[in-house]
C-alpha cells in the first residue's frame, strides 16, 4: 500500500474548522540553528507559522528586529494569527527588539570608548 505524504506546513496551519493543527498532522523538520528564526519561533511555541515567515522573508532575526508595527500586523494576518498567538508573538517581538537596542547602544559605547582613547 502507498505511504500518504505529509500535509505541507502551510496545509496544516489552520484546519477546516479553524482549530490549531495536531502534533500528529506536523512534519518533522530539521532542527533550526540556534539564532534562527525557526529556533526563535521554537521557543515561544509558534513553529508552525515557520513556513509564513520564510515566505514573507523573514528569515533571519535582522529583519524581525527592524520590524515596526505595521509590518508585524501585516505578517500577523498573512499568517492568520488567532489573537492569542498574535500577543505572543508581539510580547516576543517587543523583547527581541529590546534586546537589539542595548545590543547596539553596547557597541556605540565600546566605540566611543575606543574614539577616546
Request: aromatic share 6%; hydrophobic share 40%; net charge negative.
Amino acid at each position: 500500500m502507498p505511504r500518504a505524504s505529509a500535509p505541507s506546513l502551510d496545509a496544516v496551519l489552520l484546519d477546516q474548522q479553524g482549530q490549531e493543527p495536531s502534533v500528529e498532522a506536523q512534519s518533522p523538520a530539521p532542527a533550526p540553528a540556534a539564532d534562527s528564526v525557526a529556533a526563535w519561533l521554537d521557543r515561544i511555541n509558534l513553529e508552525w507559522y515557520r513556513s509564513v515567515f520564510e515566505r514573507e522573508g523573514y528569515d533571519a532575526l535582522l529583519f524581525l528586529s527592524g520590524m515596526d508595527d505595521p509590518e508585524a500586523q501585516q505578517l500577523i494576518a498573512s499568517a492568520k494569527m488567532p489573537k492569542p498567538h498574535a500577543r505572543v508573538f508581539l510580547t516576543a517581538l517587543s523583547e527581541l527588539q529590546g534586546r537589539a537596542d542595548t545590543q547596539q547602544q553596547q557597541q556605540q559605547q565600546q566605540q566611543q570608548q575606543q574614539q577616546q582613547q
